[in-house]
């Protein structure tokens, strides 16, 4: 089969890696329904997927219980020297790197079938798209690549003449041994993890996890951390993003793209439904923004990606109705609940709770069990062209002007609403200092606030103090063409540990404040953080909120700021001298601003 492959490189590597991992058969995909229905059949008869009664097209799988979330813990920036990966990234040379997971890859599909998989990243053919291959012993990864990427034969034209690719090499690590019955969710023990990269010849090399990010390469590994080094290298950006199109009453369009980091709403903000009249958001990616200087100087984003790999629990008709019709059909669910008629549940679905389920672990669960039914990271897979609010200009190779940058995160405290930055430097500056409490999408402590700079802690491919140097960079060129940068927090909770503001749909009150802003619509009101919305500006007709619950909500505690100098100026100190001086006039200014 491989030998029919006409790009020598890609022969050449699928030779190799055959030679290395030793299956007992490959194949090259080619992205069909034909494919995916196969592949399905056959893993609904090794028992690892169920089909859905109530979904057409749909699946349910449950993972082994240690492998539900990415490793931030074993993954790692494999640059020439530890200076290049930064002090944010783990790192092992490159050599020593690729000695051990050779050790681990010998041998390491047998009894399996190989599948390499073409795919695109970006419409297939556009000039600001990367083709990759993946190669997998996990059919689960080949059907979640069907709709997370764009897997096709023409991707295998395009490489047949001559294009290149980026290898991105993945086994679940789990050997079958002649005779030996198959698990239903093979993968390796945690210690025996490895989600590697090596920027400097964009390369992947993930062992040992089945799991979202971990396995599905062209997500965070290709489109984020080996993007963002190409990105700085080549004079673009990759990030941590969603990107929406904002319509108002008149017509006129706002392009949007937020940084939040993992499980903090990008999804859920990405196809919000607003609550103020007359306005409309539309869709056009929900996790990653690739983003060029167009011809007119201004700054043009594209989704790389094909689907949504969104997280299950919290999404409700009331909180996200738009990825509730998203996942009607053709979906695979994973670490969600089974309802006794055939179809998904997860906590916060449905006001009213099952009696019985099959909880993510397969056993019986009644509100009465005392864990979760779905784990808190239980995640949707689902095609993006099924969004009601997909933009239409969702695939344009040329993608959409941006007008607004937002940063965030989860505080429970401190951080107000919304405010928006005195200028870029500023805005780069809040971006860099951002910090959010941990959640489920890693395994790890959940809750623990850390510094999560742009979002992108867990996916920068090469060191964060030159990152941020490319974020000013990047401010330089744009100029008067930057997009204007917010900061928004959508979690500040009560003493009683209720959220404060609603959320969700009326988050677009927030956004309307933003568009207004930039069109001079409205003063704002200068504080020590930044600008905030004068009394009165943040339309809240129709909601019912009181008035000292939003005096709480735009509260700035100077205490509690300065408080958070000392340990913004320790996070700094990490980069050394590649933290650039401009963002350390800017704390020294907030320092003075807060005294
Ligand atoms: P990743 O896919 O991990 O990158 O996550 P994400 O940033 O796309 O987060 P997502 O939109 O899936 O939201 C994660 C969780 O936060 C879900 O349980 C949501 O219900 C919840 N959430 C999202 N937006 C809001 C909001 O405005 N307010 C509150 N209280 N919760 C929210
Ligand atoms: C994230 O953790 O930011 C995700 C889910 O989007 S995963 O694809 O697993 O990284
Ligand atoms: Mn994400």
């Not at 939040?260 to 919000?272: D, E, I, R, V, Y």
């Amino acid at each position: 089969m491989a030998m029919s492959v006409k790009n020598e490189k890609l022969n050449k590597w699928i030779r190799e890696v055959a030679d290395m991992c030793q299956p007992e058969s490959v194949y090259v995909c080619n992205g069909t329904k034909e494919e995916y229905d196969l592949m399905m059949a056959k893993m609904i008869a090794g028992g690892s997927a169920t089909p859905l009664k109530k979904r057409p097209g749909s699946y349910l799988f449950r993972s082994d219980p240690s492998d539900v979330a990415r490793v931030e813990d074993r993954t790692y920036i494999s640059t020439s020297s530890r200076e290049e990966a930064g002090p944010t990234n783990n790192w092992v040379n490159p050599t020593e790197l690729k000695e051990t997971m050779k050790g681990l890859y010998k041998g390491c599909m047998k009894g399996r079938t190989m599948y390499v998989i073409p795919f695109s990243m970006g419409p297939i053919g556009s000039p600001i798209s990367k083709i990759g291959v993946e190669i997998s012993d996990s059919p689960y990864v080949v059907c979640n690549m069907h709709i997370m990427t764009r897997v096709s034969s023409r991707v295998m034209e395009l490489l047949d003449a001559g294009e290149d690719f980026i290898p991105c090499l993945h086994s679940i690590g789990a050997p079958l041994a002649p005779g030996q019955e198959d698990v239903q969710w093979p993968c390796a023990p945690i210690e025996s993890k490895y989600i590697s990269h090596f920027p400097e010849e964009n390369l992947i090399w993930s062992y040992g996890s089945g799991y979202g990010g971990n396995a599905l390469l062209g997500k965070k590994c290709l489109a984020l951390r080996i993007a963002s080094a190409m990105a700085r290298r080549e004079g673009w950006m990759a990030e941590h993003m969603l990107i929406l199109r904002l319509t108002n009453p008149e017509g006129k369009q706002y392009h949007i793209a937020a940084a939040f980091p993992s499980a903090c709403g990008k999804t859920n903000l990405a196809m919000m439904r607003p609550t103020i009249q007359g306005w409309k958001c539309e869709c056009i990616g929900d996790d990653i923004a690739w983003m060029k200087i167009g011809p007119d100087g201004r700054l043009y984003a594209i989704n790389p990606e094909n689907g949504f790999f969104g997280v299950a629990p919290g999404t409700s008709y009331d909180t996200n109705p738009m990825a509730m019709d998203t996942v009607r059909e053709n979906v695979i669910f994973t670490n969600c609940a089974l309802t006794d008629d055939g179809d998904v549940w997860w906590e916060g679905m449905t006001d009213e709770v099952p009696p019985h389920l099959i909880d993510w672990k397969g056993r019986d669960w009644t509100p009465h069990s005392r864990e979760d039914a779905a784990h808190a990271n239980a995640r949707f897979t689902a095609p993006a062209s099924q969004c009601p609010v997909i933009c239409k200009d969702w695939e344009n190779p040329n993608g959409v002007p941006i007008d607004i940058f937002i940063f965030g995160g989860r505080r429970n405290s401190v951080v107000p609403l919304v405010f928006e930055a005195y200028d870029w430097d500023h805005g780069v500056f809040l971006g860099a200092t951002a910090a959010s409490e941990t959640t489920s999408a890693n395994i790890g402590a959940v809750g623990n606030l850390r510094r999560d700079p742009f979002a992108m802690t867990p996916f920068c491919g090469y060191n964060m103090g030159d990152y941020f140097r490319h974020w000013l960079d990047m401010g330089d060129r744009l100029g008067k063409n930057a997009p204007r940068i917010f900061y928004v927090n959508w979690f500040r909770k009560s003493p009683e540990g209720m959220f404060l503001w609603p959320g969700f749909s009326d988050n677009s009150r927030v956004l309307k404040w933003m568009c207004e802003r930039i069109d001079g619509r409205v003063e704002a009101q200068k504080t020590p953080i930044g600008f905030l919305p004068a009394e009165g500006d943040l339309d809240l007709a129709g909601l019912d909120i009181s008035p000292e619950i939003m005096k709480e909500l735009m509260r700035i505690d100077t205490d509690a700021w300065a408080a958070e100098i000392p340990d913004i100026r320790a996070h700094f100190a990490k980069f050394g001298n590649r933290l650039p001086e401009r963002l350390a006039v800017q704390l020294e200014a907030l320092r003075r601003r807060l005294e």
